[in-house]
Each structure stands twice: as C-alpha cells, then as structure tokens.
C-alpha cells in the first residue's frame, strides 16, 4: 500500500477524469437510488466510483463473465454509503467476488457452549472481515431496482465492510467523534434487543428479523432500511434513525418523498 499522501494524489487524478458516459448510463439504469441525489451529490458519487473501480478487483464466479455493467451497478451502490463522509474507500477490501445467482456456502453455527452444526446454506452474499465482499449478482439487479423494499445486498454487505474497518463485525462502526459511541450503542443496542424480544415472540416487526441475528446483521439490516424505508424508519423508530442519519450524514427521508 502505498503512503497516504501518494495514495491521495493518485485518487485526486482519477477523480479529475471525465466520467465515462456508458457508466453513467449503467447508473441511470440500474441504480434508481442514484436518480434521487441532487447534482453535487451525483458528481461525488462519479468521483467516488472513479476511485473504487480503480482500487478494487472483480472476479467472476459459478460461471460469471465480469463486464462494465456488473462492476459499475455495485460500485454505485457501495459508493452511496461513503457520500458526505471523511472515510477512506473500503480501506480492508481487496476484491469482489460476484456468482451470477444465489450461491451455496459453508455454514457454522455454534448452538451452545462446545456443539458446533457444520452445514451448507444458498447465500445472497457475504462480507469478509478483511479482504472481500460475494455477491450474487441476479440479487444485486434486484435490491437495486425497487428502491422501497427496504432490501439491497450491496448496501447490507457494503454496511459489514464499513463495520469491520476496525477489525471486529460488532454493529459499530467507527464514529467520526468519539463522543457519539454511548448514544449509538444505547440506540442500537436497546432496537436490537427490541427485534431480538419481537422475533422470538412471533411479533410482525418494521426490521428484516434476520437482524435479531446478532449486532452486525443488525446495523447491516438497519442501513438497508435506512436508505430504501427511510419514512417508515424515521416515523417508527425515530431514534435508530437519527443515529444512522449521523453516521452516514445523509437523510434519504427528505430526498425519497
């Protein structure tokens, strides 16, 4: 990895580019969140692309041909999360493997102290805490077509690399000021023991249940929701929403209406 400040200048050339038509034209098309943004945020996020595509590889799995189409659909939705914010682009992330369906992994669960079940699961993607993001990318087209579902497996696989920047997946990210951490682990921690207390209830909840999970499929299903149910979170759980609303410094609430 190069220094930090030949690294940077390197970024401010590519961002400098022309952005190529074609890519704008997979965005307009694949990428309807992006058609919300005002002209400003637009431009960053072309620059923030720019910058990802050069960075990071993609590879084709299960058969999958990689083409311009595939690398700019996910790198769009990725970038949307570092919109407005002093972060590095997925600093841990090396390379994004993409099947071009739902794929078949190997799953651990511990059921209790000492027994472990091993066994195989169909998966929509996953996130590594270092080195990479596996998409399936039939699921990737869908989560970024309907915009209100409160579904995107880029955004939620994009939300785990962003968690683990310090090294853990724990449902906390790094803050911008360290001031913020009590409040985000009061918030999020009292919503996800709420779904967690629904769940194994039976009771019908705003969140994907799949975040009762453990803290890190919580933030990742919160962010989904965040940027595709934005009224419907602010409304129901205003708080959990004004603690997203501050770390991704950005209100899909407003623009979504």
Known sequence: MPPNWLRERKRERIRQREFPAAWREIIERNVPFARHLSPADRGELERDVQVFLSEKHFEGAGGLKITDEIKVTIAAQACVLLLH???????????????????????????????????????????????????????????????????????????????????????????????????????????????????ALGRQTLLDQYGATNPAEFFAVATEFFFEKPQQLREKLPQLYEELRRYYKQDPARILM
């Not at 794929?103 to 590594?128: C, F, K, N």
């Not at 993001?133 to 696989?157: K, P, Q, T």
């Open 85 to 199: 914010r002093k972060t590095d682009n997925y600093p841990g992330l090396y390379s994004i493997i993409v099947y071009p369906h739902a794929y078949i992994a190997r799953h651990t669960v511990q059921d209790m102290p000492g027994i472990i079940t091993e066994g195989m699961q169909p998966r929509l993607g996953e996130s590594w805490t270092r080195g990479a993001v596996v998409l399936s990318w039939d699921d990737v087209r869908s989560g970024a077509a309907d915009i209100h579902d409160g579904h995107n497996v880029v955004f939620h696989e994009f939300a785990h690399q962003l968690d683990s920047q310090d090294g853990k997946m724990d449902g906390a990210p790094i803050l911008s000021n360290h001031s913020m951490y009590a409040t985000w682990a009061r918030v999020l921690g009292t919503e996800y023991e709420r779904l967690q207390h629904d769940t």
